[in-house]
């Protein structure tokens, strides 16, 4: 259902932009036929590489799916800037003392086609920038309960989306920041892998997490992208193997901190396994609620959220997302979740909800900005 819907999506999108195009520049073309041939291979590439790689496991080469996906990402952003140029000019014309600005758009078809292209353009590198320079979010969170240690590090990153095109330097580089930040213990908030596990293997990627630095471990949840690739056993095995403990439903006392934190299997989780995950309340059955609650829950659904803040947890962490990664998809975001960035708070209750390192799709960011998730617990 989901493929039908975004196929559909992209098959307007091709045709609106097509037709704008051809508005734009049909002086210059001579033959209507390349010319739509053209439209579709930039505006259906990426859906056909995705669903070759998803569901035929059809194996992509890494530039192809790149470009493939940087197509994607530009014609998104041309789609809302052109419609924003339909509109000016709609207005220009049925506004009588702006109709001279509309006979010099339509005079200067070329001139205007070249205009809008450069703004899409210059709209696609400076979200590529954004989405390759990683900031640190940081956080300080009194939770008024006793601690292990004065103060408590635990750094948090989600949504990397491992694919063909990940840049190993880009991995190295996250693991190299992560361990100067000298971090009590690392959480990986899901969707580390973004669907099958080839890329992680190819890339001898458990080389590199493997050299996460942390006092009291590195511990990682399941996200709804580590489901779709279909072989969660191997998912957990290949993460296991850099030395990261993945929690399913699962908790546990970190007596050094003082905290009890419990990792909760993705809410999807119950379309691939057949049967739901375990309720929050079971899992925090027998913990010491006069210390610290932590749970790592990919997804910050209003349910759990709320089932988080009435069950006495003092701080959740979620990612998934990304918050819409580019306009105006974070608006739509922003009214789907309590809270689809950064703080939220509710009495002693703490949500921080990342807007994740990586990208999925288009590899570029105007929403938001990839990020490392630094948070320090005091008393």
């Known amino acids: 259902m989901f493929f039908i819907a975004f196929i559909s999506v992209n098959l307007f999108i091709g045709l609106f932009l097509g037709i704008n195009a051809w508005a734009a520049f049909s002086q210059l073309i001579h033959n209507k036929l390349i010319f739509w041939l053209i439209v579709s291979s930039v505006t259906q590439i990426y859906w056909i590489s995705r669903l070759s790689a998803y569901r035929f496991a059809v194996e992509i080469p890494a530039l192809l799916y790149f470009l493939a996906a940087s197509l994607f990402a530009f014609c998104i952003m041309a789609l809302f800037i052109v419609t924003g140029a339909d509109i000016i000019l709609l207005f ?15 005079t200067h078809s070329v001139q205007t086609g070249i205009l809008v292209t450069a703004l899409v353009l210059c709209c696609y590198f400076a979200g590529l920038f954004i989405a390759n320079f990683p900031v640190e979010t940081h956080y300080k969170i009194s939770v008024n309960k006793p601690l292990g240690a004065e103060n408590v590090k635990i750094i948090m990153v989600s949504d990397l989306h491992i ?21 009590d213990i690392v959480l990986l908030g899901g969707d580390i892998i973004d669907g099958g596990m080839r890329p992680f293997v190819e890339k001898d990627l458990s080389g590199f997490f493997s050299r996460l630095k942390s006092r009291y471990g590195v511990y990682m ?15 957990v095995k290949g993460v296991m193997s850099a030395g990261i403990r993945v929690l399913r439903d699962e908790k546990l006392f970190l007596e050094p901190l003082g905290i009890t934190l419990i990792g909760r299997d993705d809410i999807s989780s119950a379309i691939f396994k057949g049967h739901p995950r375990a309720a929050l309340k079971e899992l925090m059955s027998g913990a010491d609620l006069s210390k610290p609650i ?25 990612g998934h997302t990304h918050s819409g990664q580019f306009f105006p998809f974070n608006l739509v975001v ?17 949500l921080i909800v990342s807007c994740g390192f990586g990208t999925w799709g288009p590899p570029i960011r105007t929403a938001s900005y990839s990020e490392i998730v630094v948070i320090e617990l005091v008393i």
């Open 92 to 106: 220009t014309r049925i506004i009588k003392p702006l109709n001279f600005v509309y006979q010099f758009i339509k």
């Open 163 to 183: 694919t063909t095109f990940t840049r190993t330097g880009a991995i190295n580089s996250l693991v190299e920041r992560i361990n100067k930040l000298d971090a």
């Open 221 to 235: 949840v399941m996200g709804n992208h580590e489901y779709y690739g279909g072989d969660t056993d191997s998912v």
């Open 294 to 318: 932590i749970v790592l829950d990919h997804q910050p659904q209003k349910k759990p959220v709320r089932e988080a803040l009435t069950n006495g947890v003092d701080l959740q962490l979620s």
């Open 334 to 350: 922003k009214k789907m979740y309590i809270n689809s960035w950064k703080l939220w708070c509710e009495g002693s209750f703490n």
